[in-house]
């Protein structure tokens, strides 16, 4: 029986496991393992509601042990920091208590069949003082980290301004990158200081005090979008109050500014940084092809060039479709590589010449509670439809149900969305502590 290790419990990785475990794995035709850093996924497109405090993480997501042990797979916790592929194993890091005691030493794990399927992190492009002084949404801690200062710079200028008998004191934050995630958390951010307000956690003007900019260096929001749609975007937030600088490159973060390439300063209170991302700097030491991002050149089947036992999906694979062009690091490219690769592994390499083929179904992005914009592709032959408002709202809440369904089923997924649902209408909209 092999044995197929898969590094990363991701969009991609943990619907792998679990298409493969409920085929070869219940089937006893392999062993298979997940192995991830963390107790438990969660799905990376949501991050930014859990930086604006509207979704409280460990409700959302889905403990790997338990999902291991319905679908036929074994969950290894623990972080890899190698690969000997001359010998098929990983090395795990020795896994650490929070007061840094050790609970499980270094250890190897063997494969047969490796898959990568590790993400990425935030790109800086080198710019002084970005990796220093700013927030990303690597992870659910990041986002976590973000959504406790967001709460804390309300609390301090709110008694400041008590204090002083009304000086005006803001909160400001500055978002770098106009693409998806900035215009998403930006337009969360403000309903969530709206909400505070109303819950009277602060006493500041939601609209006045709590500045929110984004800083995006080409001359549109959302580029992968229509021109259309990115100018709708952009009136939407500005709609909300939030500032949208366009064709400005930021040139140097510091602890409590952003300095564009013209010279400009925009005071910040919290900088969250999301302008582009890359592969972790491991995928660049295992000795397999990288890209100038360090992604993994993968070929058709989606292994790795010149390993026949690795295999990459997901933001750290770099594939080039001879017909559609580049996969780009989205969620539907994660699952759409992690449903071929569940048929071809369970074939155990019987498929003759397997090749992935990406297709792009679009993409939308939310503006908030109520409103969305995108681009929709295949609904209709391979014409495209642009959506917005409260419709595409409800299709963007739509996709994590169907990530919900890829691993739990239909009727799990369906009972989960009931429990949601009653339970967003039984707690406060702002996760308040
Ligand atoms: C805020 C935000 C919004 C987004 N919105 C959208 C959207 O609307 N639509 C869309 O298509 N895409 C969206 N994306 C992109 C999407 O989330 C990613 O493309 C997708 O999650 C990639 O899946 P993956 O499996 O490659 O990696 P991930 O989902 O990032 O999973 C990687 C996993 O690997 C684990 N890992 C990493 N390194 C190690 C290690 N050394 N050892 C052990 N485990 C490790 C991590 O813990 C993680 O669980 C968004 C991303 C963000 C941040």
């Keep these: 029986m092999q044995t197929i290790v898969i590094v990363g419990g991701?969009?991609?990785?943990?619907?792998?496991?679990?298409?493969?475990?409920?085929?070869?794995?219940?089937?006893?035709?392999?062993?298979?393992?997940?192995?991830?850093?963390?107790p438990a996924h969660f799905w990376k497109p949501l991050l930014h509601t859990v930086a604006s405090g509207k979704r409280d993480p460990h409700v959302t997501q889905v403990d790997y042990a338990a999902q291991a042990c319905e679908h036929g797979f074994e969950f290894v916790r623990g972080e890899v920091t190698g690969v000997d592929r001359s010998a098929r194993c990983i090395t795990l890091a020795p896994l650490l208590a929070d007061d840094g005691a050790e609970l499980v030493p270094a250890r190897s794990l063997a494969y047969d069949k490796l898959v990568l399927a590790l993400g990425s992190v935030t790109n800086f492009f080198g710019v002084p003082g970005a990796s220093e002084h700013v927030l990303t949404l690597d992870d659910v801690p990041q986002a976590e980290a973000f959504r406790q200062r967001f709460m804390d710079?309300?609390?301090?200028?709110?008694?400041?301004?008590?204090?002083?008998?009304?000086?005006?004191?803001?909160?400001?934050?500055?978002?770098?990158?106009?693409?998806?995630?900035?215009?998403?958390?930006?337009?969360?951010?403000?309903?969530?200081?709206?909400?505070?307000?109303?819950?009277?956690?602060?006493?500041?003007?939601?609209?006045?005090?709590?500045?929110?900019?984004?800083?995006?260096?080409?001359?549109?929001?959302?580029?992968?979008l229509h021109p259309r749609l990115s100018k709708r975007a952009a009136r939407h937030l500005r709609s909300l109050g939030i500032k949208v600088f366009t064709d400005t490159a930021v040139a140097s973060v510091s602890a409590h500014e952003v300095r564009d390439t013209?010279?400009?300063?925009?005071?910040?209170?919290?900088?969250?940084?999301?302008?582009?991302?890359?592969?972790p700097a491991i995928c660049a030491s295992f000795g397999l092809q990288v890209n100038r991002l360090r992604q993994i050149v993968v070929e058709p089947s989606l292994k790795a060039l010149g390993d026949a036992h690795i295999y990459a999906i997901g933001d750290c694979a770099s594939f080039v479709c001879p017909i559609r062009g580049t996969v780009p690091p989205r969620a539907q490219a994660a699952h759409q590589q992690a449903m071929f690769l569940a048929e071809v592994l369970a074939c155990d390499g019987q498929t003759k010449a397997p090749v992935f083929a990406y297709r792009d179904y679009g993409s939308l992005v939310s503006l908030g509670p109520l409103a969305a914009v995108g681009m929709l592709r295949g609904a209709v032959g391979e014409r495209k439809m642009q959506v917005g408002g409260a419709l595409a709202r409800v299709l963007y809440a739509l996709m994590y149900r169907k990530h919900l369904m890829a691993l739990h089923g239909f009727v799990r997924m369906a009972a989960q969305t009931v429990v949601d649902w009653i339970q967003d209408k039984l707690s406060p909209s702002v996760k308040l502590h």
């Design 10 to 38: 991701g969009a991609g990785g943990l619907e792998l496991a679990t298409r493969l475990g409920d085929s070869a794995g219940k089937a006893g035709r392999a062993r298979v393992l997940l192995v991830d850093r963390w």
């Design 153 to 224: 710079g309300c609390l301090q200028a709110s008694s400041r301004n008590a204090a002083s008998g009304g000086a005006e004191q803001t909160v400001d934050i500055v978002i770098v990158g106009g693409g998806a995630t900035g215009v998403e958390l930006a337009a969360e951010l403000s309903h969530s200081a709206r909400t505070l307000a109303r819950y009277k956690v602060h006493a500041l003007d939601p609209q006045r005090d709590v500045r929110i900019r984004i800083l995006e260096r080409g001359s549109l929001l959302l580029p992968h």
């Design 262 to 279: 013209e010279g400009s300063c925009y005071p910040s209170t919290i900088t969250l940084w999301a302008a582009g991302v890359e592969a």
